[in-house]
């Protein structure tokens, strides 16, 4: 049986007013309260702002509960509000269970059409691609199994802040990891019960700009912080003024209500107990910014704007994608065109009264747009024909921060479009990194995501593109062909549109001096995950042993001596000198540029080492050739289960550092390198020239006299 309780929570924010409670937050409120008259509304708070109309017209029907904000769980800290609540809804629901809503939702049908289900959640989709379950409306009962298990996953938390890669994985993510391990425990509703239409540009202008009828929907959830710009305009006043979906429903469902607000302001305006709502038109602004992409990233975004100025207030760019902003206007049309120039395609082509337009394609593509202006009579006039042009224009490229192999397996392509387009290239990388490349690239910027930001370059970029992997772009938004079928590397050519064909970058080394006089090779045995480590017990001691009977030294250059997690650590090989430790990347290059060779797997220090120009050894299975740079020194097992990071039916858990998706917690775990013996690898290295060497033949204790006879 349905538990008859509404949880809102508000009001978790030390700044109360940095999205204050407005008109629409007081609608979803009292929508709920209406179509639900048999329920209780409670809301979770930590302070309610004194002299606020909008809260005060509804606390005498709330129950209201003063709470103060989780600051952490497990020992995770929450460094953002929205962590906060996404905690406080969650044990809200499994204590008291109840119907929980956002207070940027508006509802349009009684929650007594809902199944009676223990748990039930609906589907978030956008770009055409199921993005997880969203947490802004979830029925429950008390003590629920799945909220048990999604709260029991909040001791692998790890979202630092805002929009970093983890930002909304506890939100949507994990519980749609949790649907599909324990499908009888929840009621998995379709995106139209609840969330429809989305956040993306299309699915705000289908709100707030446009007429549109949703059958299916109980709830809609308006997702305020990508359509505050239209939302925030709104209040008694003036809602009924504008015929868009969002008024529509709120004289359906409120318009008695709505009436008798605007009388209540009137009357406590008159006697001086509120001010009248400011009078702003409920239509979009002039010029409305532009919803950042939705990669879910911790780049930096591009400007709000599109930074590029044309005739009659149209802006453009090709920042993450072509995007145009079209003026609102009362009189005439805009007709807007996105085409593809290579191929020919029309992408895009719209009449409208002002607009915002974003393509849903971020990687490079060489588009055109065009802009007419139409008059009442449909007749067109060209406002703004531009064929993307790089040509001595500001271009960003952003890498993440981090990693060291992806950067300097992707950082040569960066380095070709900014020679194909003859472009004003700007690289924003690790402050780590910038020392290995900066004097050997000097027509290229180098900065910090921090200095990008701080000298706000993004406001002057004509074309910004984000060079990642894009694990669950399924419809390929990001990325023209799914990154594990061309290679790591070279993703980031398909990403920007040049030539992928591999290229080692160029670095600096300042100090290029021998470290030691011997010979010696590098080795590197550490890694980020299990599964990239050499899991043969014995494979490390037999190659430090053939080195060392070899005359060489072995060399350990590993950023950890130690590293796992658990019960599983890693150590360096017996035998090996450790040179271990956080030291600067131009040291580690100075190693390896001077090594017999360097042996190690599939990690960062390989494509340093590959870079420098030593011969490569790289001992790998669970990524298949193809997926690094070439080397003619490759070891893999081919009896072996091998290739699962390739392997688009698996996806990586990072936060999974035991991950094996075909074997785990079974005998065969990481056969992938276990069955990668001691005695391949050396049978590999001693292919590498003038590595093994060869000693002379003893001369006979009695040489042959010239003058013996025969």
């Not at 509802?107 to 969203?134: H, R, Y």
Request: proline letters at 7%; a negative charge.
């Amino acid at each position: 049986m349905q538990v008859k309780d509404i949880h809102f929570i508000f009001f978790l924010s030390e700044n109360l007013a940095r999205i204050p409670f407005s008109f629409v937050h007081w609608a979803a409120i009292k929508s709920a309260m209406k179509l639900n008259p048999d329920y209780k509304v409670h809301l979770w708070c930590k302070a309610l702002p004194e002299g606020n109309f909008y809260v005060d017209d509804l606390k005498n029907d709330l129950v209201i509960h003063f709470v103060s904000p989780p600051t952490e769980v497990f020992g995770r800290p929450f460094n953002h509000v929205a962590h906060q609540t996404d905690w406080l809804r969650l044990t809200v629901l499994h204590q008291h269970g109840g119907v929980y809503l956002d207070c940027d939702t508006i509802c349009v049908k009684p929650f007594a059409s809902l199944p009676d289900v223990e748990f039930g959640i609906a589907e978030e989709w956008a770009n055409g691609s199921k993005q997880g379950l969203c947490n802004a409306v979830m029925i429950a009962r008390p003590r629920a199994r799945f909220a048990e298990l999604w709260m029991e996953e909040f001791r692998h938390f790890r979202s630092q802040g805002y929009m970093d890669p983890y930002w909304n994985e506890h939100a949507i993510r994990v519980p749609l990891a949790l649907s599909e391990k324990h499908p009888d425990l929840v009621h998995v509703f379709e995106c139209e019960t609840f969330v429809h239409p989305d956040w993306t540009v299309d699915g705000v202008a289908q709100m707030f700009l446009q007429e549109r009828e949703f059958p299916k929907a109980i709830v809609h959830h308006l997702w305020e912080s990508l359509s505050w710009q239209y939302a925030s305009k709104l209040n008694e006043t003036n809602c009924f003024d504008t015929k868009v979906s969002y008024t529509n429903i709120l004289k359906t469902v409120l318009h008695d209500e709505v009436l008798a607000l605007r009388s209540k302001r009137a009357g406590a305006v008159a006697s001086g107990l509120a001010e009248a709502p400011k009078a702003e038109s409920p239509e979009p602004s002039a010029v409305a910014p532009v919803a950042p992409p939705q990669n879910r990233s911790s780049f930096p975004p591009p400007a709000a704007l599109p930074t590029q100025v044309a005739d009659k207030g149209v802006r453009f760019d090709f920042n993450l994608g072509a995007r145009v902003v079209l003026p609102n206007r009362t009189e005439g049309n805009w007709r807007v065109r996105l085409r593809d120039l290579d191929t020919g395609n029309i992408l895009f082509q719209s009449d409208n009264k002002g607009a915002s337009v974003s393509s849903s394609k971020r990687y490079y593509i060489r588009f055109g747009i065009e802009v007419w202006d139409l008059d009442e009579a449909g007749t067109p006039t060209p406002v703004l024909s531009h064929d993307y042009d790089a040509r001595d224009r500001d271009v960003l490229i952003l890498f993440p921060v981090g990693t060291l192999g992806d950067i300097l397996a992707w950082f040569p392509y960066a380095a070709r479009f900014g020679q194909v387009h003859g472009c004003k290239l700007t690289c924003a990388m690790s402050g780590l990194i910038i020392p290995l490349l900066k004097d050997v690239y000097p027509d290229i910027r180098f900065v910090t995501h921090e200095e990008l930001k701080e000298q706000k370059l993004e406001e002057t970029a004509y074309a910004s593109y984000c060079l990642v992997l894009f694990f669950d772009d399924t419809v390929n938004f990001w990325q023209p062909t799914d990154f594990r079928h061309v290679g790591l590397h070279r993703t980031a050519g398909y990403i920007l549109g040049v030539d992928p064909t591999e290229e080692a970058p160029r670095l600096v080394i300042p100090d290029d001096s021998r470290p030691i006089d011997e010979p010696y090779v590098c080795i590197a045995s550490q890694s980020s995950m299990q599964a990239k480590y050499w899991s043969n017990p014995h494979g490390w001691h037999q190659v430090v042993a053939f080195f060392k009977a070899q005359g060489y030294r072995v060399i350990c250059i590993d950023q950890k001596s130690v590293h796992g997690t658990g019960l599983v650590w890693n150590h360096i090989p017996h035998g090996a000198e450790d040179q271990t430790g956080d030291k600067p990347l131009v040291e580690r290059a100075r190693w390896l540029k001077h090594a017999a060779c360097f042996v190690g797997l599939s990690s960062g220090l390989a494509w340093l080492a590959w870079a420098t120009g030593v011969p490569v050894v790289m001992v790998s299975g669970f990524t298949h050739p193809t997926n690094e740079f070439f080397t003619p020194y490759r070891v893999i097992n081919w009896h072996a289960c091998n290739s699962c990071w390739n392997d688009v039916q698996h996806r990586f858990d990072h936060k999974d550092f035991l991950w094996c998706p075909r074997h785990k917690d079974t005998p065969r775990q990481y056969e992938c390198t276990r069955l990668i013996t001691g005695e391949q690898v050396i049978s590999v290295a001693k292919r590498v020239p003038g590595l093994v060497k060869v000693k002379e033949p003893e001369a006979d204790s009695k040489p042959e006299s010239a003058n013996q006879s025969t």
